[in-house]
């Protein structure tokens, strides 16, 4: 079991991100889906719905949110409809901290050594001692989805850094409005 709270240069890091004022965030889905939302809100009920879902992700229904208009999840399910693409603007006031994850991307990333390799390139990303380094890299072999909780304190390091999160709450209708439609690009 992690316990992320005993690393202290850590635990001051993530503490500073939580005073921070979260960015403007944006839900994208088809265009048939962000008219149900825009009438019910953004149920975790439907997670996984539209954009699929990863092999790691939390035991409790979430929600994904992104700090980018268009989102960074060009590799989901919901390009491979004929439908138009929307981009819904949340209201970040509505988020609930103490509700959130790192998005599930994070640890497709580390699984697949995308973020980091090694002890020294986690001590770089995140500005922290080697000894607490090698502590969470250690750690990273035990990720799953039944222990996602002890990784909540990497959710704002997350949404800072590579801009975005999962949130385990409904969104109301009443922070949720249309920004625009999203041009497919593929890489």
Not at 163 to 168: D, L, N, P, T
């Amino acid at each position: 079991m992690a316990n992320f709270n005993n690393l202290p240069t850590l635990k001051k890091r993530f503490e500073s991100y939580a005073k921070m004022e979260l960015p403007e965030m944006f839900h994208v889905t088809t265009e048939s889906n962000a008219r149900r939302i825009l009438e019910e809100g953004l149920l975790t009920q439907h997670m996984g719905k539209i954009h699929g879902s990863m092999d790691t992700q939390p035991t409790e229904p979430v929600v994904y949110l992104s700090k980018y208009p268009d989102s960074n999840n060009l590799n989901s399910d919901l390009f491979n409809t004929n439908e138009k693409i929307v981009s819904l603007h949340i209201n970040p006031k509505c988020i609930d901290l103490s509700k959130i994850y790192p998005d599930d991307g994070m640890f497709a990333a580390i699984g697949n050594e995308d973020y980091f390799e090694t002890t020294e390139e986690i001590a770089e990303l995140l500005n922290i001692p080697m000894e607490e380094a090698q502590y969470i890299y250690e750690k990273t072999y035990e990720v799953n989805s039944d222990n996602l909780k002890e990784w909540k304190c990497f959710a704002l390091f997350y949404l800072f850094t590579e801009g975005e999160i999962s949130v385990a709450h409904d969104i109301p209708k009443e922070h949720i409005k249309f920004d625009h439609y999203v041009e497919i690009k593929y890489l």
